[in-house]
């Protein structure tokens, strides 16, 4: 039997003096943010108790990646550890500082009431990035984007990190060395009504109250049938879907799309295994912005897709043209991902927002959907007609497919042939169906 060198075993499992630090550093960085989740925690109890505000600010170096590429790891780490001491004179007793992350720092005041004072914070730790910080033999010259989240009104923890992350990424989406405020406020008490709509809205989703309708999408040119629009339709006397644009105003909008969407393909999957015919079917389903800016939010809709195996290119993501624009840089990162597993992306309500095409190149998409508002006048309004006919050229060219919506009768729908339009729906085409009638008109 050989023998086992005992000291050789120990030193094999000895950590090296750099490994003890880096765990050690690790081990205080989770005792750091341990404790500014229990002061979070306590900030948040106080406003309930005494109406007392607090801000929360995410301050995110903006260029260390460049930093660590050109210099390395190690100076980078420096740079990081000279900022928290400039932060820190800037910070009370009170106040709490914490690394959550390489680049990016959390401070909570208590000190802080009004939105005046939370932006002059801002510009303060702003300033201390105008000139080079002095890092070994180098100086570097960086600057930070801030996050700002003032609140007036109590909140989960996870809610007020969550409005500061928002706040931080549109400032970043501004530009380098920008802030952007974001307000909790306080909800008056005739609002009360909007909480019980919340939490009503909330169970209706739970109880799956609130089903994908389709709404059928043709080709203009032969009336052939390509695929549907997914329409979240609630049962309960919501004919308007005002409950939607109520989502909007909330984080609720996320779980609200997530529900429809993994209910519409998971309908899909029977449609396209039920017959081979259906495998070209397509969906496409609007959803809103914030899965495209809110950290892991596309990851979260390509695991649906994975999951319920649904061919990525049957399916159009819709997002609202202004949306877009707001969050640009955002939204290409996010939109190029989908395109990476085969999901198509359509512009919603194009033209309706003003937006520069020159920043409409840049985007990654696949369709364009002419807004309902111009169909209604185009038989009427050359402008329209001219419009609707420039789009069409525009997409062509750019080698986007053009859907138009909202067609109402047959004048509508010969001229858009007319047009050389491909795609169209509204309800001279069908109105939105279960999935019942759905199935019917599949048997056609």
Not at 253 to 274: E, F, G, N, R, V
Not at 378 to 400: A, Y
């Amino acid at each position: 039997m050989p023998t086992v060198n005992k000291d050789r075993l120990s030193n094999q499992h000895q950590p090296s003096s750099a490994k003890l630090i880096d765990l050690a550093l690790s081990r205080s960085l989770r005792t750091q943010r341990a404790l500014f989740l229990t002061q979070l925690k306590s900030a948040s109890q106080q406003l309930q108790q005494t109406q007392q505000n607090f801000v929360l600010l995410l301050i995110k170096i903006d260029n260390i990646a460049d930093v660590e590429q050109n210099f390395g790891s190690e100076l980078s780490n420096k740079l990081i550890t000279i900022i928290r001491h400039h932060l820190q004179l800037l910070t009370s007793s009170n106040d709490c500082l914490v690394n959550l992350q390489g680049d990016e720092f959390a401070l909570l005041k208590t000190d802080i009431v009004d939105a005046d004072s939370a932006i002059s914070l801002a510009k303060k730790i702003q300033s201390q990035f105008r000139f080079s910080f002095q890092v070994s033999n180098y100086k570097i010259l960086c600057s930070c984007s801030i996050g700002i989240s003032l609140q007036q009104a109590t909140h989960s923890v996870s809610q007020v990190l969550k409005d500061a992350d928002i706040a931080l990424k549109m400032a970043q989406q501004q530009g380098l060395g920008q802030y952007h405020l974001s307000k909790a406020l306080p909800v008056p008490a005739e609002n009360t009504l909007a909480i019980l709509q919340q939490e009503k809205l909330t169970r209706a989703i739970i109880n799956n109250d609130i089903l994908p309708y389709y709404q059928p999408i043709i080709q203009l040119n032969s009336n052939q049938l390509v695929g549907f629009e997914v329409i979240a339709h609630w049962h309960e006397e919501h004919h308007d879907n005002s409950f939607i644009s109520f989502a909007e105003r909330t984080d609720i909008i996320i779980t609200l799309d997530l529900h429809i969407m993994y209910q519409a393909c998971l309908q899909l999957k029977k449609w396209h295994d039920s017959n081979p015919n259906n495998q070209q079917i397509m969906l496409a389903m609007n959803l809103s912005v914030k899965h495209l800016i809110l950290e892991g939010a596309v990851e979260h809709l390509i695991f649906i897709i994975q999951q319920q195996q649904i061919p990525p290119h049957r399916l159009v993501f819709e997002f609202r043209e202004h949306e877009f624009m707001a969050h640009n840089e955002f939204a290409i990162r996010a939109l190029e991902k989908l395109r990476q597993i085969g999901v198509q992306v359509g512009l919603d309500n194009f033209c309706t927002g003003f937006s520069s095409l020159n920043e409409f190149f840049k985007y990654p998409i696949d369709f364009v959907k002419i807004d309902s508002s111009f169909t209604n006048r185009m038989l009427m309004s050359k402008k329209d007609l001219s419009l609707i006919r420039v789009i069409r050229d525009i997409s062509h060219d750019m080698g986007f497919k053009v859907i138009v919506e909202g067609i109402s009768n047959p004048q509508q729908h010969a001229k858009l042939i007319e047009l050389g339009c491909e795609f169209g729906q509204g309800s001279y085409i069908a109105q939105p169906m279960d999935y019942t009638q759905v199935e019917r008109l599949l048997e056609l």
